[in-house]
DNA sequence: CTCCAGATTTGAATCGATTCAATTTATTCA
DNA sequence: TGAATAAATTGAATCGATTCAAATCTGGAG
């Protein structure tokens, strides 16, 4: 329609009123007299009027409303992964109630990402630095925004951060398992290090650059401990989260002389891939085999038998996030959430 | 750090040179002389200048490079919903490889959906139609921003839209059931009207206010035709897409005399849930019912036995859909995309 | 040594609003 | 009626960059 835009100095010169009335009309309709802004508003109407143009009132307010969610991950990341989308998901929750706008950032390529976080129009970030997280701090801090970072892989107390307690978490599903009675466990690790997969030993794990797989392990080993199982007869295997890696790793575990009676998955993307490999190969769950996961993504309730898993708070996690983003209070130090136990049907005694 | 920001103008003083200079060294390098360029560009480094502020680039360049995608459902919708999800990885891809931004802007109740639609910072909608269309053109019309429609239901040419051939898909859907010798089928459907579920009439079918329902329903009517199944002889039961509505219309297409040997099913999600329900009846698919499904989301793909179903292009309609955005050319009148017939394994030729 | 085309720089105008001190108008109260 | 006070309106400054016509600088040809 309207072809040279009209302008708000356009509708207060045609309403005959100065240029702050027109604007005190849209922005602060009460400070102004309600029969100059019904004229006001009939002229705006009558011009074809958009009503204040976010980018002119941007420049001048300085808030965009809105934060940035940044991956270093093809943007389809973000609805394909089921961690992410649990996140993402709990993050739009607290947007939306707060009217907060969303914008998804990412690229796999460290050049695209790096222009569409410096081009990216948001108050802040949350970084999901599962992977390639340091990159990630890096390009964000030059923005200077507020950020914070979630499931940081990386020990570094100067980043703003906000991440679960992993080595708490992992004792206590270990100890759930222990408690039921299990004593030959198999671990299913995320990764250590980069484009690594197989039988992990204890010293590469210690200095694992990972530091949330690494604070699993650590965590696992601890309540086994109390239960009399030492760390070296624990067989750990390294995946890389995907199913060829995990089914290898569970080909690995089984075929051992002894071979465990539950699975310690650090993800529930491992565990539910550990269950349906034991399906086909016609082991009950948890009839023959019990597995916990870590994470509870929708999905574990989802399935059945239901999958028992150490959950993360992601409603307390995103609200936390957007708040620290939204008011620049990030956090001067890592700040640490816990998890809980979700006791489902993937977990049980194991047989006599 | 740095408390006043630093602006373009600051650095320019300090590295004495002009505003008009300062600012080509970050948006046209090549055109001023290396030796001054390193030297503002040093200067900008000295100072902490975090690089032209969006805010002011934006107001006189005038695009965002961002494209918002819009839905009247609360935001979590677009991480929740598979065909939301398979269409905004679409979409992301797309934006990624044309290094453009994406923006997620929904809420379900109206009056805030309305005012984040006002306030989204970006070049122009998606809107996402499913439900609620009607509305989300009427709010997004206001804005002025070019937007382009998907799955619209509502006929009105005169909105730019995109949408998938559902009476032709729906008959070639109906066609390769009949030919793999089913005469007795059922219909599990998508809304028709609003907040009605229930065995659904001709009549109203006709008059069917969402018209994706509509014609697919017309679609399967027309291919049976051909095989000599009369409309009126057509079990069609009107669901809300979601689990109990859908247990409720499988069990009454199954408390039939003659019970279907293949459903009809208007989406995969309905598909997938009536897969479940057969299973846990201990009837099996497809040996003894076939199901086909509609809009090929990977769901489909990944469970045992795969789905059939019609197949949207989602990477083809992202394409379009943000093309049209970016360059304001929307489609005049509604553009139709055709769907393909993808053979899993949930459709067999009926038991003798 | 002068002149000129081409390469660089400059400075002011502009994008479209918001904001606030100052001014004008309306209302209240003695 | 007039002063004091409150409410509404104005106008100019401002946000932080980009843009472009005009001014200045170069180097090479004549």
Redesign the interface.
Known sequence: ??KGTIRLADVAKAAGVSQGTASNVFSRPDVVREEVREHVLETARRL?Y??PS???R??RA?K???IGVAAVE???Y???DPWA??L??AV??V??AS?T???????KDRH?LD??I????VDGFILLCVEGGEKLVQLTR???LPFVALALNDEDSSIPSISVDNLGGAAVAARHLAELGHRRFGVLATEFSDDHVGPAGIAEIERAIYSTSRNRALGYWQALDAFGIRRETLPIYETINDKPSVEAGLEYLFSAPEPPTAILAMSDNIALLTINWLRARGLSVPRDVSVIGFDGVPEGGMVEPGLTTMAQPFAEIAQRAVQAVLHDSMPTEGEMIGVSLIVRGSTAAPKQ
Chains 1, 2 share one sequence.
């Open positions: 329609m309207a074809g958009a009503g976010l980018k002119g941007l420049l300085g965009v409303n809105a093809p943007l389809a973000f609805f394909d989308r649990a993402l998901a739009s929750q947007c939306d009217g706008g969303l914008a998804l950032v990412s690229a695209k222009w569409n410096k081009s990216a129009l030059e923005r200077q």
